[in-house]
């Protein structure tokens, strides 16, 4: 039988319905029942108690808002009736306590099909970016895009342009504009025009964004790191890389950037300055040899078997509904914990969705320092947004208030849960480089694109993506496995989920059977299989820009 609401933590105060419930509904609490006296839509909260303004709400153990207006027993929490709160708390007060690592006898000889680099680090893909310094030569990238993509058979996206041919045929023949609205529209099928030239290559990945120039100095500096940490990063085969010349992001500052995170760099990298070359057609032309041969050099290279230790996953969440704390994000951290225990590395990201469990954080770092830092990053990060008119309590966005998660704490409170149970062992500032096995921590945004891009270029290999609303987010160089949280979600859009959890919520699943289940297929993603993202050519890569434009 499949249960009314769940308390997820024996101290909270509120209950998560986990279906609609109408107003009179009597639910199971404790050793009685409450009875909603409003209606509750699903994955929202139910008073246990009568709240006086003033009071404070738990859940997940933790202070995650204070009352504002009376809430009786049985009502519904909302954006009215509480505020974000959270508790304080001290980097110097630890409570460290023994970590109790998970059964990974199973997994102990487990392996993945992975491209083995020189430095020790192994991809679960083999790609060739196409990367611009500064913006302003993002129309060559986008040139060298139409030059390369479909001749190489890498031209995989869906075409609508026969629908759009299929209105205009309609129109010609005099149809009515209410005909056409009604009108079933087909979609040609997608898929690669022509088989791939470099078989060993999973594709030719064209990168643009909007900085490089223009900001402060500390964004160039940034921005060179982040596209560092791509170029050097195990899913890469090497890079062409295409310059203007006067830019802030000059080319030895990105050289600077590599060299610290590869002293050894190993990888064919092409970097051209158009205001050296001269014409548009030198600079193409140029490029397009050069490449051409990176990806002949590329395509020598084939998938062999790695150990799990070799895997970084990236932990990431979007479109959070009021079921990703209970059902996807626990069991993405139950996966955490088996890939820390088996010597691989995990990143938790998203500081703004880290307030309110500060403490358990500091409580679990390996060491003072740790602490230490993860708590200056963590205060110079709320400070300044403050500095601007905004904080933490404005990271809830409309379809998370809309779906239960009414305060940062309560969606930050379910989303620190992927990050499973396991010591941090490593605090990383944007975009530093994941170099300890075990739960790093990565001081990114809440937006899950900017945070998606920076843990790929800390090293993430394959990133775990929950969603309770349904999002596209892609990566371009490492997949990016979007997991529901809700069943409902997964039969709407099938076409960009890849796995389902709502069957915890369901009754159907454990969080641990889940979690093995993802890590199942985490495996089959590192060895080559393709995940929705990939498929449809989802390939966001946005930078954060951190200081002002100059």
Known sequence: ????????????????????????????????????????????????????????????????????????????????????????????????????????????????????????????????????????????????????????GYGRRKSYQPQTQELIQLMKAGKSVEEILQTDLQTSLDGQAKP??????????????????????????TLCGLLAGYITHPNVAGATVLSLGCQNAQVSMLQDEINKRSPQFYKPIYILEQQKIGTEEALISTALRQTFAGLMQANAQHREPAPLSKLCIGLECGGSDGFSGISANPAVGHVSDLVVALGGSVILAEFPELCGVEQELVDRSVDQETAQRFSSLMKAYGDSAVAV????????????????????????????????????????????????????????????????????????????????????????????????TNTALAKRMPDIIDLNTGTVIDGEETIEQAGERILDYVIRVASGEEVAAVRHGQTDFIPWKRGVSL
């Open 389 to 484: 008119g905004s904080g933490f309590d404005m990271n809830p966005s409309p379809g998370n208030i809309r779906d239960g998660l009414i305060t940062d704490a309560m969606k930050s409170a379910g989303a620190a849960r992927k990050g499973g149970s396991s010591p941090v062992v490593a605090v990383l500032d944007y975009p530093e480089l994941v170099t300890k096995p075990g739960l790093n921590l990565l001081c990114t945004p809440g937006n899950d694109v900017e945070s998606t891009t920076a843990e790929v270029g800390s090293g993430a290999n394959v990133v775990l993506f929950t969603t309770g609303l349904g999002t596209p987010t892609g990566n371009p160089i490492a997949p990016v496995v979007k997991i529901s």
């Open 1 to 152: 039988m499949k249960h009314l609401v769940a308390q997820i933590h024996p101290q909270d105060n509120v209950l998560v319905a986990l279906t609609d419930l109408p107003a009179g509904t009597p639910v199971p609490w404790k050793d009685g029942m409450v009875t909603t006296t409003q209606a509750i839509p699903a994955k929202h909260k139910v008073a246990t108690q009568n709240f006086e303004p003033g009071d404070l709400v738990h859940m997940y153990g933790v202070l995650v808002g204070k009352v504002r207006e009376r809430i009786p027993l049985g009502g519904l929490l909302t954006t009215s009736n509480i505020q974000h709160a959270t508790d304080s708390f001290d980097q110097n007060a630890v409570k460290r306590q023994e970590w109790p690592r998970p059964d990974v006898t199973k997994w102990q000889e487990r392996t993945f099909m992975g491209f083995h680099r020189p430095d020790g680090r192994v991809g679960t893909a083999n790609y060739w970016l196409v990367i611009p310094l500064v913006f302003c030569e993002n129309r060559n990238i986008q040139v060298l895009e139409e030059a390369l993509v479909d001749d190489l």
């Open 196 to 221: 791939r030239l470099f078989p060993n290559v999973d594709g030719v990945r064209f990168l643009t964004h909007e900085g490089g120039c223009g900001g402060i100095r500390q964004d160039a500096q």
